[in-house]
């Protein structure tokens, strides 16, 4: 795979296997992708085809069984468990279905523990919690907790603690599942301006063909391989979502799993 300036991500040559020698299971199948920076990428599937797998390797979570990831130059399949941990602190975001806050602390305090542990400066963290707070419409409830506000509010206060790093790439995992339709097209929307305003490069895991509409291109999976994808360019939304529906028609009775 060619590499370009704008190349954040390179996967490359990437297979999973689970199990023992009499019972090999190949979650991953020789996937190879480029992820562009300020990109806001979709990964699709069915139970099973790999898709969360995929995401957990890219997240540093897992370990590759073969093949490489690439974050620029950094080789991640190569670094240790130690300088992992590392790089997973100063270069990803997380986004996942259940929000992970702390009921203990508020809103603005789950936003910038991590940064506080790490012994930040005060100021700079309060300006960049303060930025983010404003961008995704959350700062009247900065002093809540977790308990006291919405579930889509939950998610942007989950989206705002990903993102205060500046990381190199936002990873989210069925991020809408928990949430009703209203704060669902909310937190897409909050993706969509993040994207387009931070240049926030995000790679989405997801069922729901709704929530990919939102990105600008989609890889499909199947039994572990990439079996298409889809570019959405200046398509509006509701024919990139139409065409979505038609891949997915494609996969053999996958329809009432992703709609």
């Known amino acids: 795979m ?6 954040y991500i390179r996967v490359c040559n990437v297979e999973k296997y689970y199990g023992n020698e009499s019972n ?8 190879s992708f480029h992820v562009d920076k300020g990109e806001f990428i979709g990964v699709m599937g069915a139970s099973g085809s790999g898709k969360t797998t995929l995401l957990n390797m890219m997240a540093t979570i897992d370990r590759v069984t073969a093949g ?14 130690n300088a992992l941990s590392e790089f997973r602190r100063k270069n990803l975001g997380f986004v996942f279905q259940d929000y992970n806050l702390l009921d203990t602390l508020t809103i603005e305090e789950n ?12 100021k ?20 809540k907790f977790p308990y006291q ?11 705002a603690r ?44 997801t069922h729901d063909a709704f ?12 039994d572990g391989k990439i079996f298409h994808e889809l570019i959405r360019g200046e398509k509006k939304r509701n024919l990139f979502l139409q065409e979505i529906l038609d891949v997915l028609s494609l996969t053999g009775g996958e329809m009432s799993d992703v709609c």
């Open 2 to 7: 060619a590499q370009t300036a704008n190349n």
């Open 24 to 31: 090999v299971t190949k979650a991953v199948d020789d996937v």
């Open 68 to 81: 490489h990831i690439y974050y620029e130059n950094t080789d991640i399949t190569e670094l240790s468990e």
């Open 111 to 122: 936003i910038i523990l991590a940064q506080t542990l790490q012994g930040q400066k005060k």
């Open 124 to 143: 700079d963290i309060n300006e960049r919690c303060g930025s983010i707070l404003r961008l995704l419409g959350i700062e009247d409830i900065r002093d």
């Open 149 to 159: 506000v919405s579930g889509g509010q939950k998610q942007r206060c989950a989206c």
């Open 162 to 205: 990903a993102l205060v790093s500046h990381p190199k790439l936002l990873l989210a995992d069925e991020p809408t599942g928990a949430l009703d339709s209203r704060a669902a097209q909310t937190l897409l929307e909050t993706f969509t301006r993040l994207n387009r305003e931070l240049a926030a490069t995000i790679l989405m895991v």
């Open 211 to 222: 929530s990919a509409s939102y990105c600008k291109r989609i890889l499909f999976l199947k």
